[in-house]
T-cell receptor, first 115, second 117 residues
Framework: GAGVSQSPRYKVAKRGQDVALRCDPISGHVSLFWYQQALGQGPEFLTYFQNEAQLDKSGLPSDRFFAERPEGSVSTLKIQRTQQEDSAVYLC?????????????FGNGTRLTVT | KNQVEQSPQSLIILEGKNCTLQCNYTVSPFSNLRWYKQDTGRGPVSLTIMTFSENTKSNGRYTATLDADTKQSSLHITASQLSDSASYICVVSASEGWNTGFQKLVFGTGTRLLVSP
């Protein structure tokens, strides 16, 4: 596709349910990032992949959050036993290269609402 | 702590007018500074990227400046259009993870711009 694609666009989960959010990066992009964006705030870093390797997961808020990118392309962010504080927009971004000024291309996000 | 602060929080201007958005940062070690435009319900879109040695960069009606000594940046929008209504986010990259080229981005909370007809 032409850009980063995320699905679903919206997700409503009852507290305690597990959810899985999908990111299809731009084909051939090496780097993939997940961010969490609360209402009215800037995105906050969750985790980073270089191909299939998860090089940094320091931003994951708890062990209920898990991300994978098994074949170095599509990535899934899983949240177990969702809590109300998990409600946010989850953004995925990818870049072609790993160099520092490589542009990031963002998806439109998945808006998660936990009731 | 690495921080990026933006001002004003929100701004309303008339179509055709110019405006300037401000960004101050305390990110270290500094790698580059980016401005993004985020429309409601969409992901951020890159406007400019500036490294330490660049002090100005333009992209159409958008001009970004960077003063690495004072750790300040501005985004100037010329001849505003209704479609400029969006949040503008200043993002600073810390050069962590040097070996992996990993970009640790620190996002500001954005300036919400409304261009009124």
């Amino acid at each position: 596709g032409a850009g980063v694609s995320q699905s679903p666009r919206y997700k409503v989960a009852k507290r305690g349910q597990d959810v899985a959010l999908r990111c299809d990066p731009i084909s051939g992009h090496v780097s993939l990032f997940w961010y969490q964006q609360a209402l009215g705030q800037g995105p906050e870093f969750l985790t980073y992949f270089q191909n299939e390797a998860q090089l940094d997961k320091s931003g994951l808020p708890s062990d209920r959050f898990f991300a994978e990118r098994p074949e170095g392309s599509v990535s899934t962010l899983k949240i177990q036993r969702t809590q109300q504080e998990d409600s946010a927009v989850y953004l995925c971004a990818s870049s072609l290269e790993t160099r520092f000024n490589s542009p990031l291309h963002f998806g439109n996000g998945t808006r998660l609402t936990v009731t | 702590k690495n921080q990026v602060e933006q001002s004003p929080q929100s701004l309303i201007i008339l179509e055709g007018k110019n405006c300037t958005l401000q960004c101050n940062y305390t990110v270290s070690p500094f790698s580059n500074l980016r401005w993004y435009k985020q429309d409601t319900g969409r992901g951020p879109v890159s406007l400019t990227i500036m490294t330490f040695s660049e002090n100005t960069k333009s992209n159409g009606r958008y001009t970004a400046t960077l003063d690495a000594d004072t750790k300040q940046s501005s985004l100037h929008i010329t001849a505003s259009q209704l479609s400029d209504s969006a949040s503008y986010i200043c993002v600073v990259s810390a050069s962590e993870g040097w070996n992996t080229g990993f970009q640790k981005l620190v996002f500001g909370t954005g300036t919400r711009l409304l261009v009124s007809p």
